[in-house]
């Protein structure tokens, strides 16, 4: 149906003048005096439909018509005509509406409305969303702050967002070998703790007491706080002095207490880390345990993998350990994933009484520069059948518990979750296991360990001592690894024989070490002295009368 609009019909007893049509208009007319139609009443109003063709009184002013036609088709109660110009009163009009919520043209400057009633289209939106819940189909929507999937929701959100490189020593090397994912986006923010450089002694340290998983491993934890080198092992501000010593800034991170925010977390994990060796190219400091591989695996589901990944260091590596880890230098060339994302992988992942299961876990722990001592270590569980303060490596565990035989190149996956089978083999025997024979590893019976070496020796240093001091050459030394004013090395000789023999003719009586093997003391010029220590057992053990002297 065409719409009908009023036009005022043209008059000849006002002079023969036309009467204005814009002058009862709502604006009136701009034109005022200066107008050359009649500004009085008017005429009889003529209908006229939308299709009619008319002709308007000001046509012969068409630029000015076309701007007032939005004001002749609005249709307010009559007033008087106003003195100032249409865009003035246009703007007092716009005024209005804003307030008594009318013009919709201007929605987007306003904030969202106040919480309304539940709408029957919100209601139906809900029960569709709960059916496809049932039906197996995946809710992308974003969980509510108290709903207790939320934390957990908001752990696995951050994972997906990290730039994960997965790393398989299975694979041969090259190109495969590293499958960096496409999803490079920086990680969320996740707040963490920075910890101070003060020592734990004294303080009590959290118990996994909190959730039903987190108290089947509490005698895991407190049988590993037991034995005699925790503290030493596991003194964070030793590492953190260390780091200080060698110029390596580093920020350390603490989990925070348990709470509601992480109770649909996994209160258990295995870890494993590899580690190789950098240098900073500015000082010429070398870091010998640069974090290259971290894997976290699920206690309690260990097929489930939460975290692998390549980690580039910070500085440029100067020791791939490829012989170790299997990782090389085209691993980790194109890896965007930093200490700094998996600091928050695991301040987002652990509370305090997460439980940290794995093997000589301290070292992972350092490497992430993580404080943490809810932890269940399965080289603080177990002891040697040679030497009860001996430590047992996990390549003879595995193979004493379970009589599997471990790879030669390291795979932190496996590891882990090896480390996880041996201590949950221990706590399923409430602790009553038997003690473990360890190997002999015929190429290391070929090495010598010296340690304690001052700052100002080098490997040449050691070589001339050795030819001096036993006329054998060694074939190699490694570079010597300084940790503070002290370093360490691996002396390499021609076979087994030439090993023994050289460590034999060194001056100075053999005394054992806390492991259980032999070691000499070499003494400087000025009073000082390193140790020479073997890297294999004596086949007669129990002749080592004091295996806890240092």
């Known amino acids: 149906m065409a719409k009908k609009y009023k036009l005022f019909s043209s008059s000849t007893s006002n002079g023969g003048k036309q009467v204005c049509a814009f002058f009862s208009s709502p604006d009136g007319c701009r034109n005022g005096a200066k107008c050359p139609f009649v500004h009085g009443s008017a005429g009889k109003a003529a209908e006229v439909s939308e299709t009619a063709s008319v002709i308007s009184s000001e046509s012969e002013d068409s630029s000015n018509s076309q701007k007032e036609d939005d004001a002749i088709f609005s249709t307010p109660p009559p007033r008087k005509p106003s003195k100032q110009d249409g865009t003035d009163n246009s703007k007092k009009s716009r005024k209005k509406k804003r307030k008594s919520g009318q013009d919709k043209d201007d929605d987007f400057l306003f904030a969202n409305p106040k919480v309304r009633p539940e709408s029957d289209f919100k209601k139906t939106v809900k029960e569709t969303s709960n059916k496809k819940q049932k039906c197996g189909v995946e809710d992308r929507s974003v969980p509510k702050e108290n709903s207790p999937s939320s934390p957990d929701a908001s752990f696995r959100r951050l994972v997906s967002n990290l730039p994960v490189a997965t790393f398989s020593v299975t694979e041969s090397g090259g190109e495969n070998s590293r499958k960096a994912q496409a999803n490079s986006s920086p990680s969320r923010q996740v707040e963490t703790t920075t910890v101070p450089q003060t020592s734990n002694v004294g303080k009590r340290l959290p118990l996994p007491v909190s959730t039903e998983t987190g108290r089947k491993w509490v005698k895991a934890v407190q049988k590993t706080r037991e034995h005699d080198r925790y503290k030493s092992s596991f003194d964070f501000s030793k590492y953190k002095q260390l780091d200080q010593n060698n110029g390596i800034q580093s920020t350390w991170i603490k989990a925070k207490p348990y709470g509601s925010w992480c109770q649909s977390n996994p209160q258990a994990i295995a870890i494993d880390c590899e580690m190789c060796e950098t240098q900073d190219p500015l000082s010429g400091v070398k870091n010998p345990k640069a974090l290259c591989r971290v894997s976290v695996v699920n206690a309690e589901k260990p097929e489930e993998v939460l975290l692998d990944t390549l980690v580039k260091p910070a500085w440029p590596v100067t020791d791939y350990r490829t012989r170790i880890n299997g990782i090389k230098k085209e691993n ?219």
Not at 403 to 415: I, L
Not at 443 to 453: D, G, N, P, T, Y
Not at 521 to 547: A, Q, T
Request: net charge neutral; aromatic share 6%.
């Open 332 to 550: 980790l060339d194109n890896v965007e994933f930093t200490l700094r994302h998996a600091q928050a992988f695991m301040i987002a992942l652990c509370s305090e009484e997460t439980v940290i299961l794995g093997h000589a876990v301290q070292n992972d722990l350092a490497a992430l520069n993580m404080e943490h001592h809810c932890n269940a270590d399965s080289s603080f569980l177990f002891h040697a059948k040679d030497s009860e303060s001996a430590t047992v490596s996990l390549k003879d565990l595995v193979f004493g518990i379970f009589q599997k035989k471990m790879p030669e190149t390291h795979d932190s996956v496996n590891d882990a979750r090896k480390a996880l089978d041996c201590v949950l083999h221990w706590v399923e025997n409430d602790g009553k296991v038997a003690q473990i024979e360890r190997s002999t590893n015929n190429s290391k019976a070929k090495e010598l360990f010296v340690h304690r070496i001052p700052k100002q020796c080098k490997p040449q240093n050691l070589s001339s001592m050795f030819q001096k001091h036993t006329d054998i050459q060694p074939t190699s030394i490694a570079d010597i690894e300084f940790s503070g004013e002290s370093g360490k090395t691996h002396v390499v000789f021609r076979t087994p024989r030439h090993a023994k023999l050289a460590f034999d003719t060194l001056d100075g009586t053999a005394e054992p070490d806390k492991s259980g093997r032999l070691q000499k003391k070499v003494y400087l010029r000025n009073g000082d002295y390193v140790r020479i220590r073997k890297m294999v057992f004596e086949n007669n053990r129990s002749s080592i009368s004091n295996p806890n002297k240092t």
